[in-house]
């Protein structure tokens, strides 16, 4: 009788093999998805000129808050670098779907720590559960409502879920620009030494 060695390196690189092409050719992709909702073409275009929708889909546990083109459009003309922080902030690192955020104690805020990496409270969602299901940033923002689940997943634990509003904390806004480029230098002559 012939017994196969489990313990060669050939059977070890052949095992990797075959799940690293199949784990990787099911994973989630934010893009594929959000393809799927023509009103949400802007935030998907965004979210890949930016790379977060990289991050997003390296991720295991996530929420996205989809905004739709409507809304979107108070982005168009702003800085990429702007439109960089802002699409970080609508995604946190945890899994919420509507009837979870409905779930929250309306007894106090709820804290969540979002993709934008940022030393001040710029980086955090404040949600409220009082009726209405609505998010703030930390650092200062106007309400945006959660309006409706688009895509829950409990296998990859990704939930996107569509909200009224961009989410704009206005420290953001208030932020001086980086700095500005040197200036070419002069052409006046140096005096002779």
Do not use: C, W
């Not at 070890?12 to 092409?21: A, H, K, T």
């Not at 802007?42 to 991050?55: A, C, E, G, K, W």
């Not at 929420?63 to 003309?77: E, F, Q, R």
């Not at 688009?150 to 296998?155: F, H, L, S, V, W």
Request: proline residues 8%; aromatic residues 10%.
């Amino acid at each position: 009788m012939y017994f196969i060695r489990l313990n060669t390196p050939i059977t070890y690189i052949f095992l990797s093999f075959f799940f690293v092409f199949f784990s990787s050719s099911s994973a989630f992709n934010i893009t594929e998805v959000l393809n799927k909702y023509p009103d949400f073409s802007i935030f998907n275009d965004y979210l890949t000129r930016t790379q977060v929708s990289r991050q997003i889909n390296e991720h295991r546990v996530v929420t996205i808050l989809a905004v739709n083109n409507a809304a979107m459009s108070s982005l168009i003309g702003k800085s990429m670098d702007l439109i960089n922080k802002v699409m970080r902030i609508h995604v946190f690192l945890d899994y919420y779907t509507l009837n979870k955020l409905k779930n929250l104690p309306s007894s106090q805020p709820s804290q969540v720590t979002t993709l934008l990496e940022s030393p001040d409270q710029q980086r955090y969602l404040n949600i409220t559960n009082v009726g209405t299901v609505s998010i703030v940033s930390g650092a200062g923002s106007e309400k945006v409502g959660v309006l409706r689940d688009m895509y829950p997943d409990d296998i990859y634990k990704t939930s996107i879920v569509e909200v009224s509003n961009v989410i704009m904390p206005s420290s953001l806004l208030t932020t001086s620009p980086s700095s500005p480029s040197p200036s070419p230098p002069s052409s006046v002559p140096s005096p002779p030494s």
